[in-house]
């Protein structure tokens, strides 16, 4: 395996109203992120043929599990409040140091992407 990339390492990411986050980095060290942001009643496992293919090659792989999904925290309330979902967000963006990360999001994560976009939390590449 070439030294400059990354098996899959796990990591905790303060989120949103102190929620902690489950996050995972995979690929090239060096290559551009890339974060992965899975739909409703799913977690970062979809994104698993996207992890283990090519991609790792070239860019960094970062996939994170929402509030309330896979190994994250289930906090008892947040969930209908946008703003918390757009903070998750930028916290794995913040605390992951990831710079200029293209966002993959799938079904349900258009809303939280969206949030962040118009709440000014994130300014990726296509957002208005």
């Given at each position: 395996?070439?030294?400059?990339?990354?098996?899959?390492v796990?990591?905790?990411?303060?989120?949103?109203?102190?929620?902690?986050?489950h996050?995972?980095?995979?690929?090239?060290?060096?290559?551009?992120?890339?974060?992965?942001?899975?739909?409703?009643?799913?977690?970062?496992?979809?994104?698993?043929?996207?992890?283990?293919?090519?991609?790792?090659?070239?860019?960094?792989l970062?996939?994170?599990?929402?509030?309330?999904?896979?190994?994250?925290?289930?906090?008892?309330?947040?969930?209908?409040d946008?703003?918390?979902?757009?903070?998750?967000?930028?916290?794995?963006?913040?605390?992951?140091?990831?710079?200029?990360?293209?966002?993959?999001?799938?079904?349900?994560?258009?809303?939280?992407?969206?949030?962040?976009?118009?709440?000014?939390?994130?300014?990726?590449?296509?957002?208005?």
């Amino acid at each position: 395996m070439l030294n400059h990339l990354r098996q899959p390492v796990s990591f905790t990411v303060t989120g949103g109203g102190g929620v902690k986050l489950h996050v995972e980095e995979s690929g090239n060290v060096h290559g551009r992120p890339l974060l992965f942001l899975h739909g409703g009643s799913q977690c970062s496992l979809c994104w698993k043929k996207q992890i283990h293919s090519e991609l790792a090659l070239d860019y960094r792989l970062v996939t994170m599990d929402f509030r309330g999904h896979g190994q994250s925290d289930k906090p008892a309330q947040g969930y209908a409040d946008g703003r918390l979902w757009a903070e998750d967000i930028h916290s794995v963006i913040r605390e992951m140091g990831l710079i200029q990360p293209v966002l993959v999001g799938w079904s349900f994560a258009g809303i939280p992407l969206l949030e962040s976009c118009l709440g000014n939390q994130i300014q990726p590449s296509g957002c208005p």
